[in-house]
């Protein structure tokens, strides 16, 4: 009997200490994750700020506060184009747990290396009962399909950029060109793989690579136009944000604020290809100093264009903690409830 009785202690003790390793290994990852985000934003600023001091200096505050809240409205688009493709695979987030997962996961791409913001977003899913190879797949299609609404979008700044791939200004006629072979390859591609019934075999295709289940339906033309209809209204509302940086020193217009849209889509999407620029201005800040200089001829020309294209950077900074402070508040409570998917299907 005494045997009996204290056998389940002396069990529970191995078992204990296993479980708070694991506890303490936990806190240690994210304490890591999160000292590495905060140095990758304050070298993000550190680094820029030299070069765009005067600009943003110069800037009209309320303008400045506009462009804060456009970028922040883009994320959260982007957020709900995200839980369009998770609902679309067969699952169903809610609002604030989608919002928790992509802005605070997205603080991720601040840590060096292109896979940290999936990687976080990942894991903040699993945390709401989420499967990771759905989480994954829902960043894929939202990606894929967020690439074709850019580039629908892109088709408003196209005239501005060939204007100005065929001009001589050394600064950033060349990545313009570059931008716009990516453009030239990447649509037509884009836009066929956007087609639910080809969509569907990617995605099946993974989750056998993945050794997951398949799908049990096929995703849907109303499925895969809610992903790129809220992905073009996230576009659109950086377009916002860059022409407002604009209006803060020049008058663009709606021909301006046009050409901001197609641009700021156009470089956000082939800055994913930045490798394939040439030396000089990156592919993204090459793209908006493009679109800006015409506006900006009369207050500072190229070199006015280039520093709000890096405030803008700064800026995104900005929308990015208060987005993820935001969140994480407001998901505080859903955390401590447990998972918080409910499953559409079986799969």
């Known amino acids: 009997m005494v045997d009996t ?26 304490v890591v994750v999160i000292a ?53 695979l067969e699952h169903r987030v809610s609002v604030a747990a989608a919002l928790r997962i992509c802005l605070v996961g997205q603080l991720g791409k601040y840590i060096p ?25 829902a960043t894929l299609v939202t990606v894929g399909l967020g690439v074709t609404a850019a580039l629908g979008l892109g088709l408003l700044s196209l005239p501005s950029l060939r204007e100005a791939a065929a001009g001589t200004d050394s600064s950033y006629a060349e990545p313009v060109r570059v931008a716009l072979w990516i453009v030239a ?21 993974a989750l056998k690579v993945l050794r997951r289940p398949p799908l049990e339906h096929r995703l849907t033309w109303p499925g895969v136009l809610r ?19 604009a209006n803060a020193q020049a008058a663009p217009g709606l021909g301006g604020l046009l050409r901001s849209i197609g641009s700021f889509a156009i470089a956000m999407t082939v800055g994913m290809f ?38 803008s950077r700064l800026i995104f900074t900005i929308a990015d903690v208060l987005a993820a402070g935001i969140a994480a508040l407001s ?10 998917t409910v499953p559409t299907g079986t799969s």
């Open 5 to 30: 009785a204290t056998r389940p202690d002396a069990d529970a003790a191995p078992a204990a200490a296993p479980r708070s390793s694991r506890k303490w290994l936990s806190l240690a990852v994210r």
């Open 36 to 88: 590495a985000i905060v140095a990758g934003m304050a070298w993000s600023v550190v680094d820029q700020w030299p070069q765009v001091r005067s600009t943003w200096l110069g800037l009209a505050w309320p303008s400045v506060a506009l462009s804060v809240l456009a970028a922040l409205l883009g994320m959260v688009a982007n957020t709900m184009a995200w839980r369009a493709a998770v609902h679309d």
């Open 113 to 137: 290396g292109s896979v940290w913001a999936y990687v976080l977003q990942i894991e903040l899913s699993k945390r709401v009962g989420l499967p990771r190879a759905r989480a994954f797949l």
């Open 185 to 205: 390859v990447l649509f037509p591609i884009a836009l066929v793989c956007a087609i639910p019934r080809v969509l569907t075999m990617l995605v099946q295709l």
């Open 227 to 245: 992903v790129v209809g809220w992905s073009a209204l996230g576009y659109a509302m950086f377009g916002v944000h860059l022409w407002l940086l």
């Open 274 to 311: 930045a490798f394939l620029s040439p030396s000089g201005l990156g592919v993204r800040e090459a793209v908006l100093v493009a679109a800006l200089a015409p506006f900006l001829m009369g207050g500072g020309g190229v070199g006015a264009a280039m520093g709000i294209a890096l405030a």
């Open 331 to 340: 998901g505080m409570r859903q955390l401590r409830r447990g998972p918080e």
